[in-house]
């Protein structure tokens, strides 16, 4: 209970921070007479609002959860976001396919799936992923080591 609510409160007092920030923002091409400043402002407002909400609310409100951390699913939850800081690192060298190929087969594991299914499926969600993010919404990702090849 304590951490949720110290947890609430570091959550409260960053997004005020982040107000504070966004109150500042101008944008150097606005499509719209107010531009994108309230946007954030709003957001990050309402964050800090329910974020303090549960920090300051009465005990009789909150029941104690038992989530079932053993070992085994903190081994988990530390390689879980051990891939995910791996996959930050080589996403530009190794480009987009190669590392959400690498990361999503890597959770697949984790989450104790069949290692030929999780490797097919890594394979076409990072593919599936490549083609609607570069071709229907014009983001263009790294190919890094497919670059020769797709590039």
Do not use: H, Q, W
Request: glycine share 6%; hydrophobic share 60%.
């Amino acid at each position: 209970m304590t951490m949720e609510r110290a947890f609430s409160g570091l959550m409260a007092l960053f997004s005020l921070f982040l107000v504070y920030l966004a109150i500042g923002y101008v944008a150097p091409i606005a499509y719209d007479p107010i531009g994108p400043r309230p946007y954030p402002i709003l957001i990050f407002s309402l964050m800090a609002f329910l974020t303090l909400v549960i920090a300051f609310r009465p005990p009789r409100f909150t029941k104690p959860i038992n989530l079932g951390y053993n070992k085994i699913v903190i081994r988990n939850l530390v390689l879980c976001v051990s891939a995910l800081l791996i996959y930050s690192l080589i996403f530009e060298p190794l480009g987009f396919v190669v590392a959400t190929t690498l990361m999503c087969f890597a959770v697949g594991l984790l989450f104790a799936g069949n290692p030929v299914k999780s490797l097919i499926f890594s394979v076409v969600i990072s593919i599936a992923l490549y083609v609607l993010f570069d071709m229907a919404l014009d983001v263009i990702l790294p190919l890094g080591i497919l670059s020769g090849i797709m590039g």
